[in-house]
Every structure is written in C-alpha cells, then in structure tokens.
C-alpha cells in the first residue's frame, strides 16, 4: 500500500513540475498564437504562485513536502515500479543544492517577468 501511495506523490509531484515549467511555455506560445485563457488571471496566479512557493522553499532550505512524503512512504529506493523510477529519474538530479536554488529562483523571475510581459486578464466582478 505504501508503495502505491509513494507512487501517487510522486505522479502528483511530475504534474505539478509539469504545470511550472509547461505553463511558462504554453502562456508564451498561447500569446503569439492569441489563446485568451492562457491569460486567465486564476491559471496565471496560481503559477506565479507555485514556482514562488518552490523558490522561497529552496532559498529557506526545505526540502519539498511531496519529495519528503514520497521517501517516507517509499522506504527502499528498489521499491519503485518500472514507471515510477523512469518519473523519479525525470524530476531528480544529484546536484548540490545551490544549483537548484539557483535555477529555480531564476525560472521564478522568468515567470515574474512573464507575468508582466504578458498580463492576465482582468478578473471580473460580481455584478459587473
């Protein structure tokens, strides 16, 4: 039991590093080629918020929660099913820590600038 509810951490944690560096990519593809709801303003707060949370995480030195649950539910790195040590290779490195800190704090100002460079619409209000 506990190696499937590692594996779904760890589906959940692909999806959402999925969602931070696809949803940069697709929020500039989407402007050049006019999608509106890539300029949703709860799509575009929500990522600007995730990879805000990732970086602050690195800067404050904690490791991430989904990383931490995944391990403790893991328990031997053999246990892996053939899918999940393919999305484990995916999303970890053996890097010092300064590398990821580094390259998610930059990726945070890249989102930041997108944010500007391509605003979300404004949000509508009730009664308007």
Known sequence: MNVLLADVV???HFAF???VVGGLGVTWLGAALGWRWVRNFWFRVAHLSAILFVAAEAIAGIWCPL???EAQL???ESDKGFIAA???RVLFYNFPPWVF???YVGFALLVAVTFWMIPPAQRKRKGR
């Open 10 to 12: 760890l589906i959940v």
């Open 17 to 19: 590093v999925l969602f």
């Open 101 to 103: 800190t580094t390259a």
């Open 67 to 69: 990383t931490i649950w």
């Open 74 to 76: 893991r328990g031997v």
């Open 86 to 88: 393919w999305v484990h």
